[in-house]
């Protein structure tokens, strides 16, 4: 599958804990494996982690980021960035669109 863009999600998280803004933008992808992805190995044994690399990489604030993933059951969170929930600006990757 091959991807062209991916809709970002910022929010501001406040000191306080208190959601702060929201924003959404529509961002270039590229397919950008690391090494254990085209050997064709997970990044932790158990395939959990906070901030496991994925093959995708987005444009973001004029250059290029990894996206990272928080998979600790089912559903893992993709984001941008650091995993920053305590205070200041975090950004997930809502959807990727493109060919196919």
Known sequence: MTYEYAYLTSRH???NGLNDTFHTWKAA???KPLAHHIAGQQYTTSGYGKRIP???MAWFNG???RIYCCQYSNAGTLYVGEWNQD???FVTVDKFEGQS
């Open 29 to 31: 992808v590229k397919h």
């Open 13 to 15: 998280v406040r000191t």
């Open 87 to 89: 205070g200041g600006e």
């Open 54 to 56: 994925t093959e995708y």
């Open 63 to 65: 250059r290029w980021h």
